[in-house]
């Protein structure tokens, strides 16, 4: 089955820099790939996703890269805000009526 | 739509008594997830349903757990007997599983508590 890995686990970031966070999944299958934001004491919540066939998504100041070659994926963050502070966490998927595989989540804290 | 409902969102229960969560999913979606949420484990799929068929609960931690959809917009997720262990906050997630529609939606979750 899938096995993403999610990387670091937790990243401090001063207000206004950037944060960037890495996921590598296992299967060449996975064609989906999410990312959630989840707020202390709420659910997870979709911010940003991209497939298969696009290598870069940009939305405001997220960004998702993808490389399909080498298994990888990327959230970047940019002019970091303290409202940014949340766990993210990065999935694959294959499509049809497959399970999503999560990553273990990334806790960021933005400093003011 | 009001999103996937979940009930109850809080409950502290004593070991060895049955719970029961429940969950309905968003009107028109054809998968249902179960999600449990711990500091030490991070997000682990229970098992989920598509079409109300089981297709996945290698997840389901051992025998106390089972898991029943009985029609397109009910699911509930049972524990019984309940152990201090179990004590997690529970998401249910629902999918449209139609075309290029991929997205997974939570709900608020069930914060459960067995002391």
């Known amino acids: 089955g899938e096995n993403v890995e999610q990387h670091p686990s937790t990243l401090s970031v001063q207000e206004g820099d950037s944060a960037v966070i890495k996921c590598t999944y296992s299967?060449?299958?996975?064609?989906?790939f999410p990312w959630y934001k989840q707020e202390l004491g709420k659910r997870p919540q979709l911010i940003i996703d991209i497939r298969s066939n696009v290598g870069e998504k940009k939305d405001q100041r997220i960004a998702v890269t993808l490389n399909k070659t080498a298994k990888h994926f990327s959230l970047h963050i940019t002019e970091t805000q303290p409202e940014d502070s949340a766990v993210y966490f990065c999935?694959?998927?294959?499509?049809?009526?497959?399970?999503?595989?999560f990553g273990t989540g990334t806790k960021l804290q933005v400093i003011p | 739509d009001a999103g996937v409902i979940q009930s109850p969102r809080h409950e502290v229960t004593e070991m060895g008594q049955e719970v029961t969560l429940r969950c309905k999913p968003i009107s028109g979606h054809n998968s249902l997830f179960w999600y449990r949420q711990t500091m030490m484990r991070g997000l682990e799929l229970l098992i989920y349903?598509?079409?109300?068929?089981?297709?996945?609960d290698s997840g389901m931690p051992e025998d106390r757990f089972s898991a029943k959809m009985p029609n397109a917009s009910f699911s509930t997720l049972k524990i019984q007997p309940s152990e201090p262990r179990d004590s997690a906050v529970y998401f249910c997630?629902?999918?449209?599983?139609?075309?290029?529609?991929?997205?997974?939606?939570f709900g608020e979750g069930s914060w459960l508590t067995v002391v």
């Open positions: 997630a629902s999918r449209p599983d139609r075309g290029v529609v991929d997205t997974i939606y």
């Open positions: 999935a694959a998927y294959p499509g049809g009526y497959q399970k999503v595989t």
């Open positions: 349903f598509n079409n109300n068929v089981p297709i996945d």
């Open positions: 299967d060449s299958a996975s064609n989906y």
